[in-house]
């Protein structure tokens, strides 16, 4: 039976740790399968896609990101966790935990009235999952001190986390295992950062260099998160350190790159991302060095409330 979850107006809601445990019927993290690396040619550019949308059984980095979670899990109370409402780390934690038959206390800054009358898109989806949303001003403090009293485990925002490297680990073998099939041995690899956890790991791993675009914060940032999760290195490189627009506002630009890119190619891509990782390799791509890979790393479950504020702001007509 899915644990019942209350969202409480404006109020810290302090959710019960004497839940019914659940029925796992989402699939294990481990073994993840190879996702396939196509060739795709958009706009006169022919580059490789690693299309980890498609890894299973959790798509995208978020998967490769908890796998490493995995093993600590034998013996946890729950899970605690904090970011925005309709984060794809956010849905990708609550179907790890319903898996583990563990709850998630998700922390989250006050919704805004209509999303709390009718949660929809990524929110809605952990919610049926069983996670507890908790809104409050200071998700990443209330976090940290409901991890402490309920002895349950802290996953950092985006887990953003030395865990990470493991399920990344493993997809730079991967990567480096189906370029050899393609009778390449370097390469170079486009990703878009959020935290910047899987370009840093990816880097680590790799022989060939990583480049990446800060997409959350500043440049200053990115290199901030991996100084904290790896002050050894090596790094990924920064192309465009332009302090990037607001993460996730609507714009007309973004939109166009994306329909581009998902009409020229067949693939959809995410819509909060990879616009910004999209527009660079439109701009550098033929510059880097050859074959270059393009890292899609999912999120396009959460493309469905992105569209709705594309429409909200008049940016999209229907
Ligand atoms: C679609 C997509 N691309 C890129 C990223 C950035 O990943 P990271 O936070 O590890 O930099 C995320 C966040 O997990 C994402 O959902």
């Not at 302090?14 to 040619?41: C, D, G, K, M, N």
């Not at 790896?230 to 990037?244: C, R, S, T, V, Y």
């Amino acid at each position: 039976m899915p644990v019942r979850t209350r969202l409480l107006p404006n109020a810290v809601h302090r959710a019960t740790t004497s839940v019914t445990l659940l029925t796992p019927s989402t699939p294990p993290l481990e073994p993840p399968a190879a996702s396939p690396l196509q060739w795709v040619t958009w706009r006169g550019l022919r580059f490789l896609l690693k299309r980890d949308d498609l890894s299973a059984p959790y798509p995208g980095n978020k998967g490769r990101k908890l796998a490493g979670l995995v093993p600590s899990l034998a013996g946890c109370p729950a899970l605690v966790s904090h970011g925005g409402a309709q984060s794809n780390a956010m849905l990708a934690l609550a179907r790890l935990a319903r898996h583990h038959a563990l709850v998630l206390h998700y922390h989250t800054r006050p919704l805004p009235r209509w999303l709390r009358a009718q949660p929809n898109g990524n929110l809605a989806e952990a919610l049926a999952l069983g996670m507890q949303l908790v809104e409050g001003p200071t998700p990443q403090r209330s976090a940290q001190q409901a991890a402490e009293r309920m002895g349950a485990r802290l996953v950092p925002q985006g887990a953003a986390m030395a865990e990470a490297e493991v399920g990344l680990a493993q997809l730079a073998h991967e990567l480096q295992a189906q370029l050899a099939a393609f009778g390449e041995r370097q390469a170079s690899l486009l990703l878009p950062s959020g935290t910047g956890a899987t370009a840093l790991y990816l880097q680590r791993h790799l022989a060939w260099p990583v480049y990446t675009l800060p997409c959350v914060g500043t440049a200053d940032y990115l290199r901030r998160q991996w100084h904290a999760l790896a002050p050894e290195g090596p790094f990924p490189h920064i192309l465009d350190a332009a302090k990037p627009a607001p993460f996730g506002r609507p714009r007309a630009a973004s939109l166009a790159v994306w329909r581009d890119a998902c009409a020229a190619t067949g693939v959809t891509f995410d819509l909060l991302y990879d616009p910004i990782a999209l527009t660079a390799l439109l701009a550098h791509g033929a510059t880097l060095p050859q074959p270059l890979i393009y890292l899609h790393c999912g999120g396009v479950e959460g493309n469905e409330t992105m569209l709705a504020r594309y429409r909200r702001e008049g940016i999209l007509e229907h």
